[in-house]
Structure formats: C-alpha cells, structure tokens
C-alpha cells in the first residue's frame, strides 16, 4: 500500500512551480535566493543563509505574467519562516514562509532583484580585484 495515498492535501491555496530570483531581506541584511514553489499564502526559496524558524523577513520578486495574467510585477511580501533546513553539503538552506502581507511595487523602478544581482555581483568582482 503507497503510504501517499492516505495523505490528506491541507492546503487552501494552488501552488506554483516558479524558479524565480528572489531578494530576501531580514535584519538589516540583503542576500540571494531562488524560489521553489509560491502561492498567495506562501513561498518556498533557497538562499546561502539558514534562518530560524520564527524569523521575520521580507521578500522581494517578480511575479510573472502567469501568475498575474497580464504584465509582470515586482513584488515585496513579509511574512515569517516556519520550517528551515539546510541541504546536504550545507551550501544552501530551503525555507518555507508564511506570508502576512505583500504589496506591488511601482514597474518603472525596473526589476529589484536583478538589479540587486549585478551590485552583487560588480561587489564580488571589486573585491575579488582588490584581494590580487
């Protein structure tokens, strides 16, 4: 007997399968993620950082046109994260997050998220420059 097949789905809300760069902000810090799955009570991200559940953070992203059906909008949530763990290898952590609110941010900023990317990743190089 498949132990699947007892299984009772608990969730109220459709998830989506998005792989999507994601800015993830908590305690005054700014880092990097990718997300797995998101829905309007939730999101489930990958980042270098490990956050204990309970954290506070706010969540920065585009949501695409699929999910909105029309244009394309930067995103910002806040919520709080409810499991963590860290993958094999420990190089990055899986974290899911209980969404409390979220708000669509103006389109004419452009796209936070890479734009926060290539700050990064001119920082990375500006010091890795530096360190020779």
Same mark, same amino acid.
């Not at 800015?23 to 990718?34: D, H, K, S």
């Not at 204990?52 to 394309?72: K, Q, R, Y």
């Not at 734009?115 to 890795?128: K, L, P, T, V």
């Given at each position: 007997?498949?132990?699947?097949?007892?299984?009772?789905?608990?969730?109220?809300?459709?998830?989506?399968?998005?792989?999507?760069?994601?800015?993830?902000?908590?305690?005054?810090?700014?880092? %990097?993620?990718?997300?797995?799955?998101? &829905?309007?009570?939730?999101?489930?991200?990958? +980042?270098?950082?490990? /956050? *204990?559940e309970g !954290?506070?953070?706010?969540?920065?992203?585009?949501?695409?046109s699929?999910?909105?059906?029309?244009?394309?909008?930067?995103?910002?949530?806040?919520?709080?994260?409810?499991?963590?763990? %860290?993958?094999?290898?420990?190089?990055? &952590?899986?974290m899911?997050?209980?969404?409390? +609110?979220?708000?669509? /941010? *103006?389109?004419? !900023?452009?796209?936070?998220?890479?734009?926060?990317?290539?700050?990064?990743?001119?920082?990375?190089?500006?010091?890795?420059?530096?360190?020779?």
């Amino acid at each position: 007997m498949n132990p699947d097949a007892n299984c009772v789905e608990r969730r109220a809300a459709q998830r989506f399968e998005l792989h999507l760069p994601i800015l993830v902000r908590f305690e005054g810090q700014t880092v %990097a993620g990718f997300t797995q799955d998101v &829905s309007a009570r939730g999101i489930f991200f990958y +980042s270098e950082v490990n /956050l *204990p559940e309970g !954290a506070g953070v706010e969540l920065t992203f585009t949501m695409p046109s699929e999910i909105t059906l029309g244009d394309s909008m930067p995103v910002r949530c806040r919520g709080r994260v409810v499991r963590a763990a %860290a993958l094999e290898g420990g190089q990055r &952590s899986g974290m899911a997050v209980r969404l409390d +609110s979220y708000e669509y /941010l *103006p389109t004419d !900023a452009g796209d936070p998220v890479s734009q926060f990317m290539r700050i990064s990743a001119a920082a990375a190089q500006g010091a890795h420059s530096l360190n020779r």
